[in-house]
């Protein structure tokens, strides 16, 4: 008989196994479910799940006194690092050209430091008995390509120091990131069977460990106990075991298509139709609804024919549009001041309207809604009319767990993947359940926006239950309550963006946020060598509660339930070693099993190998530092909850850096003073522009956005938060090149355009001389436009792109996101900014009179002039 045809899995590789049919009978056969975690079991001290959450009373009082009341090894609630200061530079912190090409259109991500390899050397020597175990040693090809190209997991080092006391540094210290959902070039290596795991620990068979070849045996790097693979893994040599991909690779997926949950649906197409229902304001003004319109039209059609979509208004009351009447917009209407009945829902969802249909059949009524949208026509403030959001999200969630017929009449189906509600508000709740009162004066205000927000967290923990993920886009001019609505979206997995207005950044986030790839039923595992000890994760996840009937003896796993797995989110992991570390290595091995868009079940699992060095210079110079300054960062803003707050964490980070001077750095001869270590010297430049930028500095001024910053960078994937941390510099060259330089103002050359990357803001700036001649001008701005669109490509939100000219009031918005560096002295200027070099005497002093003197002082005059050393 046949073999009937199989779904898409969404993958262009397929890998069949030598034996499909011999997988091992482990413990762990139905293996989608997490391993659970006996209480008292876990080697780890509760790490510190953080998700931008309020902290603790005990957080929140706790002063940073000195960097010695950071992480405290043993210590059941780790508290945060306690961010330092300055140090000596010799030579560039970047290499100055970089050539960037406009053409051809492919996204450019902002790459971590390149040359970076996994350790190749052999691990420690085992035995068993007189037979050897033999090592599986990876592909040549492997090893050639860079960690961090090929892998979602990256260190703040390559190596471990193995003494206890400088290895657990608070202030330097060390961790990971890593992103489940992550994108990988070339693709992982795909396997469709259950994996072999480690009966004692339930750690993943990979290509680290040893083989016994007679009887197919294998060594677990977390526990060193030995398993079977029932004779799978029997080879006559150890070259037979390439064979086998999770012996060859440090990424594999785990495909299983056997899905075994009712109501799933099979699909040929390459994506499920999960819903999509729009919750749109209806209390905006003329132009501003104009806007909308505009953008909603153009998002009605990009979605592709089988998406199914439902378009929800609301305001003092819900209007839930029906889309089967063909001729003209029709809505059923609920009141919004108290949460629908299950009488009201009930007859909405069992009546005859159809609530959630297909573009296909109803993409002309679907344009006819947008367009007979009004505005608000009463003569009130905007912050002071009735909107009940609550609602309008709570009837949104009804419809979509349906059941909710299509226009092919009759059909019923349920959502078979992550549904969205998108909610596009121009104001704040106001009005029924959730709300908070028009006006701050009111006399119970703190207590009813308390009440607000834990009602709006429990509606996205039941958002989250039902596979239903809200994204709200906030635009316009009137204060939305930023902390009323966003645990709403936190709960739920999805995200909050403010934007200037509807228009075009809007309905370029609005139609990302429908398209985006997300899994569900996410669950994240890591397991560590003894010797390294889990104190902090920071990310979209909480911790996971497992069921106590576990099915492995020893499963010390730190396990993380996450709210939903892209490519645009990371987990920031902290890490301490427990005591001086006897071995030559350490493994890592996260194992993120999640439910995919094409309804297939994932287990990703990453093994990591590192080295351990007594080396303090070995170590240092092994060190990361992009990764290392993004996980400062995010220790460093979970304490930034207030303008207050964020104006102490500035003065951490210069207590940072001078603790990291006073334990790595070396003695001035006949002297106490310490310079700092030249091996770090890029990291302290990153955690100034830290200090000065957005997520700390007064470059940001409303709270609002500030709060919104912060809560996407604690969330956000690796490059976005370098990005978001140091802007990524871009100087146009003749002939649709860019070079890249340091972030520092003497880029601004007024012969030039230069395009800086922040992250949520894509700027270019065009000099004055350039400006005055229309053609080059013109040719310039539309490569730097090229660019600026090809590297934003895929991100999400998607930033604004703003340019202007030298001089303009926009400019200020550019120049306070550079570092100051033209008043540092000349030799000081050319070793970190070379380029300057190729100026005759003339350009140079035209450029350095360009500038306007103010006080914020330059990193050089700061750091490097005023305090290269520490005592």
Not at 117 to 143: C, K, M, R
Not at 266 to 282: G, K, N
Not at 576 to 593: L, M, N
Not at 638 to 646: G, I, Y
Request: with cysteine; glycine share 6%; proline share 8%.
């Amino acid at each position: 008989m046949a073999n009937p045809p199989q779904p898409s899995l969404g993958y262009s590789i397929t890998a069949i196994p030598s034996k499909p049919d011999s997988s091992t009978p482990q413990p762990e056969k139905n293996s989608v479910p997490p391993p659970t975690m006996l209480p008292g079991a876990s080697r780890f001290p509760p790490p510190k799940l953080q998700q931008d959450q309020i902290p603790s009373p005990s957080l929140q009082n706790s002063k940073l006194l000195s960097p010695a009341n950071g992480v405290k090894t043993g210590s059941l609630v780790p508290h945060l690092s306690t961010p330092p200061g300055p140090p000596v530079f010799t030579s560039p912190v970047r290499p100055a050209a970089v050539p960037f090409r406009t053409s051809p259109a492919t996204p450019q991500p902002v790459a971590f430091t390149s040359g970076s390899t996994l350790p190749t050397s052999s691990p420690p020597h085992f035995s068993n008995g007189s037979i050897e175990l033999q090592h599986q040693v990876p592909f040549a090809t492997n090893d050639s390509i860079p960690f961090e190209e090929s892998s979602c997991a990256l260190f703040s080092a390559r190596k471990v120091l193995k003494q206890k006391k400088l290895a657990n540094v608070p202030s330097l210290g060390f961790g990971a990131l890593f992103s489940p959902g992550r994108e990988i070039f070339p693709g992982p290596q795909i396997i469709q069977r259950d994996p072999h795991r480690c009966h004692n620990c339930g750690a993943y068979a990979n290509f680290h460990c040893k083989i016994l070849l007679s009887s197919g045996q294998w060594q677990c790097v977390i526990c060193h106990k030995l398993n079977g693979s029932e004779g799978e893994y029997v080879a006559p040599s150890k070259e037979d075991l390439h064979n086998f991909l999770e012996l060859s690779s440090p990424i594999i997926d785990y495909v299983q298509i056997g899905n075994k949950r009712s109501g799933f649906i099979p699909v040929s197409d390459s994506r499920m139709s999960a819903p999509t229902v729009l919750v749109i304001d209806d209390c905006l003004d003329e132009t501003h609804l104009q806007h909308l319109q505009s953008s909603l039209h153009a998002f009605v059609d990009s979605l592709p024919p089988i998406a199914r979509i439902g378009i929800i208004l609301y305001g003092r009351t819900v209007s839930v549009y029906d889309f089967s009447e063909e001729s003209m917009a029709s809505a059923d209407v609920l009141p919004g001041d108290k949460s629908p009945t299950q009488e009201s829902l009930k007859a909405l969802i069992y009546g005859t309207g159809v609530y959630l249909s297909t573009m296909h059949a109803s993409k002309e009524v679907a344009h006819k809604i947008i367009s007979s949208l009004r505005s608000f026509g009463l003569n009130i403030a905007e912050a002071s009319r009735d909107r009940c959001l609550g609602t309008a999200v709570e009837v949104a969630m009804a419809i979509i767990q349906g059941p909710s017929a299509e226009m092919s009449r009759g059909i019923v189906k349920r959502a078979g993947g992550n549904s969205r509600i998108i909610v596009c508000a121009g104001g704040p709740n106001t009005y029924g359940p959730g709300s908070v009162p028009h006006s701050f004066s009111h006399p119970n205000y703190p207590h009813m926006e308390k009440t607000a927000l834990k009602w709006m967290e429990n509606l996205g923990c039941e958002a989250h239950r039902h596979n239903t993920v809200v994204d709200i886009l906030c635009a316009g001019t009137c204060p939305v309550r930023v902390p009323v609505l966003q645990p709403l979206s936190k709960a739920s997995g999805g995200v909050l963006v403010l934007h200037d207005d509807f228009g075009e950044a809007f309905g370029v986030n609005l139609q990302r946020a429908a398209s985006r790839a997300s899994g569900f039923h996410g669950l994240l595992e890591i397991r560590c060598s003894d010797d390294i000890l889990i104190t902090q994760v920071v990310g979209p996840g909480e911790e996971a509660h497992v069921d106590t009937h576990e099915t492995f003896k020893n499963n010390n796993a730190l396990c993380i339930q996450m709210l939903s797995v892209e490519e645009t989110q990371s987990f920031a992991l902290s890490m301490e070693t427990k005591g001086d570390i006897k071995c030559d290595y350490v493994f890592f091995q996260f194992a993120v099993q999640y439910t995919n868009v094409y309804q297939a079940d994932i287990i990703r699992v990453v093994t990591v190998r590192l080295p351990t060095v007594d080396s303090v210079s070995a170590y240092l110079e092994s060190v990361q530092y992009e990764v290392a300054a993004i996980l400062m960062a995010k220790r460093t803003l979970l304490r930034a909850k207030s303008h207050s707050d964020a104006m102490d964490m500035r003065g951490t980070i210069d207590e940072r850096i001078k603790d990291i001077a006073l334990k790595f750095g070396s003695l001035v001869p006949k002297s106490k003073l310490h310079r700092f270590p030249k091996e770090l010297s890029a990291l302290s430049e990153l955690l100034f522009h830290l200090r000065r930028g957005p997520l700390l500095g007064s470059i940001v001024g409303h709270e609002d956005e500030r709060s919104v910053l912060r809560n996407l960078f604690l969330n956000a994937s690796s490059d976005l938060s370098l990005c978001m941390v140091a802007p990524r510099c871009l100087m146009h060259r003749e002939g649709g090149t860019f070079e890249e330089l340091p972030a520092y103002d003497l880029a601004m050359q007024s012969d030039t355009a230069v395009v800086l990357d922040h992250g949520t803001d894509v700027f270019i700036w065009l000099g004055a001389e350039l400006a005055a001649d229309e053609g080059r001008s013109a040719a310039a701005l539309a490569a730097c436009r090229t660019l600026a669109e090809e590297i934003t490509e895929l991100r999400f939100p998607a930033p604004r792109i703003l340019a202007f000219k030298e001089g303009s009031s926009q400019a200020r918005y550019f120049v306070s996101r550079l570092i100051p560096a033209h008043k540092d002295p000349p030799y000081e200027q050319e070793a970190r900014f070379p380029q300057l070099k190729s100026l005759t005497i003339e350009q140079r002093m035209k450029l350095k009179t360009s500038f306007i003197h103010f006080d914020d002082p330059s990193f050089c005059f700061k750091y490097v002039i005023g305090q290269r050393c520490w005592s």
